[in-house]
Nanobody, 121 residues
Framework: QVLVVESGGGLVQAGGSLRLSCAAS????????MGWYRQAPGKQRELVAT???????MYADSVKDRFTIAKDNAKNTVFLQMNSLKPEDTAVYYC???????????????WGQGTLVTVSS
C-alpha cells in the first residue's frame, strides 16, 4: 500500500528553524510532485511549497523568502527547511505526493497524516 509519512514538527520560538521530512513508500512508481501544505486552526488548508521531479519549485508568497523545499527523486522523499519562523506559521503541516501512475486518467496521489509545527512568540 502507498504510505506517506512526515516528521520533524515541534515547538520552536519565533525566529527559529525546523526541518520537516517526508517519505513516500509502498510503490515502485516515481513521484511527479511532492510538497507541503498546512492548515492552521480555524483556517483552510493552504499550499506551502511543491517541487516536481524535474526541479520546478513553487512557494507560497508568505514563505518564499524563509522556507526551502528539496526533493530526492530516487528515494521519493521531500524536505522543508523552515527558517525565521513566525507565530503565523503555526499549523499542522501535511506532506503531499503525486505518483507517476495514471488511473482513470488521473494521477494517483496521497497525503500524510500531518506533523504539528508550533511557533511561540
Amino acid at each position: 500500500q502507498v504510505l506517506v509519512v512526515e516528521s520533524g514538527g515541534g515547538l520552536v520560538q519565533a525566529g527559529g528553524s525546523l526541518r520537516l521530512s517526508c517519505a513516500a513508500s509502498g510503490t515502485t512508481f516515481a513521484t511527479n510532485v511532492m510538497g507541503w501544505y498546512r492548515q492552521a486552526p480555524g483556517k483552510q488548508r493552504e499550499l506551502v511549497a511543491t517541487k516536481t521531479s524535474d526541479g520546478t519549485t513553487m512557494y507560497a508568497d508568505s514563505v518564499k523568502d524563509r522556507f526551502t523545499i528539496a526533493k530526492d527523486n530516487a528515494k521519493n522523499t521531500v524536505f522543508l527547511q523552515m527558517n525565521s519562523l513566525k507565530p503565523e506559521d503555526t499549523a499542522v503541516y501535511y506532506c503531499y505526493a503525486q505518483f507517476d501512475l495514471l488511473v482513470n486518467d488521473e494521477f494517483v496521489d496521497a497525503w500524510g497524516q500531518g506533523t504539528l509545527v508550533t511557533v511561540s512568540s
